[in-house]
């Protein structure tokens, strides 16, 4: 049995972080970021107590509108998200409760910007299994609640947003996630991260003073190992699913750098018209970048389609998932 999408929603919030505002910010352009990294404008959640699950829900409602699926119906959640609205619960369990969702089991998964492949290929064994019928799959994060706006490095990089899939058992099994390619190396935890907060540091005045409750990333590191993996995994995929560049429909990135978006495309052989990119109007929403972009192209996409779903991210995690797309919208 496979388990296939059958539903998308997405959220962003309204107010646009642009460039021209960060350059007041910081010391930075437009043209330096257009050219490094390829963004335009993020969408940032305003708001007191506003936490990552108040997008989170409005993803998972449009997807109840749109499929006309009862919260009663969802037996299991699962949330990929780096920014929790809290450390415990699990934001899985605040989602559904705003939802009212109350027959499902749900947790939460960290595997920073992979986050929401590791999420995807969980959620696709228990449907496989049969122990599981309707399935909500989030990507979401709140990155400003963690992003320091006097860091020209890292500030100009992130944005809020959350997107979500609906998994269910396919009656046809020529659809559906075919594959997974996940990996990680904890090596590259040094470069990636935050160090404050958790157990190791748990929040005191002095973590707050040393800016540790931030995103602390080596830019330039992560870079070279995430241009390579990307490419790797998803030419892995490819080959082991004798899949020709002319073959596949669609690449599906994480949305961290344009640059790594093309250097993987180009591995792959694939065209740019060929790639889902929106990372000029988002930035780096960390577990919501795929989902996003299939909420996006929803309406483009056809049935039998060919997409690879590829991410890198803190821990370092990365990863590849080949999924043909099961309706037309
Ligand atoms: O999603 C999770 C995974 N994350 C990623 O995949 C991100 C990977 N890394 C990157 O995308 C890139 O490394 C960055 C976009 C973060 C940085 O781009 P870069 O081309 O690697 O720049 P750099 O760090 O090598 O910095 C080049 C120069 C430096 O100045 P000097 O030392 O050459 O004088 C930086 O201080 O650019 C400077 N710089 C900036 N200048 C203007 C760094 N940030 C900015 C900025 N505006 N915002």
Redesign the pocket.
């Known amino acids: 049995m496979k388990a296939v999408i059958t539903a998308v929603g997405g959220y962003a919030p309204d107010y646009i972080l642009d460039n021209k505002e960060l350059s007041k910010m910081?010391?930075?352009?437009d043209e330096?970021?257009m050219t490094?990294?390829g963004i335009k404008e993020r969408h940032i959640l305003k708001g007191e107590r506003q936490g990552t699950s108040e997008m989170a829900v409005k993803a998972v409602e449009e997807i109840f509108r749109k499929s006309e699926t009862s919260p009663d119906e969802i037996d299991l959640v699962i949330c990929a998200t780096v920014t929790p609205d809290h450390i415990f619960p699990a934001m899985a369990n605040i989602v559904s409760d705003k939802a009212d969702i109350r027959n499902a089991h749900s947790f939460d998964l960290n595997a920073?910007?992979s986050g929401f492949l590791y999420a995807l290929d969980t959620a696709s064994k228990f449907i496989e299994a049969g122990s599981k019928k309707k399935a909500l799959v989030i990507g979401a994060d709140k990155m400003s609640s963690i992003t320091d706006y006097s860091d020209?490095?890292t500030c100009?990089?992130f944005g809020d947003a959350a997107a979500a899939v609906l998994l269910e058992p396919s009656k046809d099994d020529s659809v559906g996630v075919i594959d997974s390619i996940l990996r990680s190396d904890g090596f590259g935890r040094r470069y990636?991260k935050m160090e404050a907060g958790g157990s190791v540091a748990p929040p005191s005045i002095d973590t707050v003073k040393n800016k540790e409750h931030f995103i602390f990333?080596d830019?330039?590191h992560?870079?070279k190992y995430?241009v390579s993996s990307m490419a790797d995994v998803s030419v892995e995929m490819m080959k082991k699913h004798n899949i020709s560049p002319d073959e596949l429909d669609w690449l599906v990135p994480?949305q961290?750098?344009m640059?790594?978006i093309d250097a993987t495309a180009e591995r792959m052989g694939i065209d740019k018209n060929k790639v889902m990119i929106n990372i000029e109007r988002y930035g780096?929403t960390?577990a919501a970048t795929i989902p996003m972009c299939l909420y996006e192209w929803e309406n483009r996409l056809n049935k039998g389609d060919n997409l690879i779903l590829s991410a890198?991210?803190?821990g370092f995690t990365w990863g590849s998932i080949l999924v043909k797309w099961g309706y037309n919208s």
């Not at 910081?26 to 352009?29: I, N």
Request: charged share 15%.
């Open positions: 910081v010391d930075t352009s330096w970021i490094r990294v920073g910007c020209r490095t100009v990089l990636l990333q830019g330039r992560v870079f995430a994480h961290a750098n640059r790594i780096n960390t890198f991210g803190a």
